[in-house]
């Protein structure tokens, strides 16, 4: 299994700032997964975050506003760009280590 | 497009009750097929499925897939207030570019009352 913190665990935002939100695990992996779950909704994949290359997006998202980095094989830092209401979701992180487990996530809400 | 689609979306019972939450699937690539239960923020793990056929099972829960069918299903035997959850139902993507991504079904809500 995997041990995986976020930071974090939840933030007020104003519309037009950016939040940056940050994974961390207790084992090397080489890809890591941030998801997004909107009010009500189920999750939804926002990119894939391999160490040594970009992240890859899922159809509907952005670089521009969802930038990722991946400095290292425990480490990742989602943002949240130029924020609007819509934004307001739990984000999380995720891992596969046989299995695929998910980080405590953070919940955003944008006024 | 790939779909997981579950039913009921949800679902009231007293306690003590025998529950069958169902999760369909059509995806392309398909590796294996995860149960989680979400409380709060995260989803916890409580089976992957890769076979057919083949149930598993801890404790008061048991799932079971169909890969001729393409279906799933979540028991949860004796509810107690404290499987009071959203059940999600996920299908894993096999190969290339896609290996790892999950695709959610919208979730069955589960309320025990005691």
């Known amino acids: 299994s995997a041990v995986i913190s976020q930071k974090p665990s939840r933030d007020i935002c104003q519309r037009g700032t950016s939040l940056t939100i940050q994974c961390q695990v207790d084992?090397?992996?080489?890809?890591m997964f941030w998801y997004r779950q909107q009010p009500g909704q189920s999750l939804t994949l926002i990119a894939t975050?391999?160490?040594?290359?970009?992240?890859?997006?899922e159809s509907g998202f952005v670089i521009d506003k969802f930038p990722i980095s991946r400095p290292n094989l425990t480490f990742s830092t989602l943002t949240v760009s130029n924020m609007s209401p819509e934004d307001s979701s739990i984000y999380l992180c995720?891992?596969?280590?046989?299995?695929?487990?998910f980080g405590p996530g953070t919940r955003l809400t944008v006024t | 497009e790939d779909k997981v689609v579950q039913s009921p979306l949800s679902l009231v019972v007293h306690e003590g009750d025998t529950v069958t939450l169902n999760c369909s699937y059509e995806?392309?690539?398909?590796?294996?097929l995860l149960w989680y239960k979400q409380e709060k923020k995260a989803p916890t793990f409580l089976f992957m499925l890769t076979s057919s056929g083949i149930e598993k099972k801890s404790g008061r829960l048991s799932s079971i897939l169909d890969k001729k069918e393409l279906f799933s299903i979540l028991n949860i035997t004796a509810t107690q207030t404290g499987d009071s959850a959203i059940y999600l139902c996920?299908?894993?993507?096999?190969?290339?570019?896609?290996?790892?991504?999950?695709?959610f079904g919208q979730g069955t809500i589960l309320t025990v009352h005691p």
């Open positions: 975050a391999n160490q040594g290359s970009e992240a890859t997006y």
């Open positions: 084992s090397q992996v080489t890809m």
């Open positions: 995806v392309t690539n398909f590796r294996s």
């Open positions: 996920a299908v894993e993507h096999a190969g290339g570019t896609s290996y790892g991504k999950l695709t």
């Open positions: 995720s891992v596969v280590i046989y299995e695929q487990y």
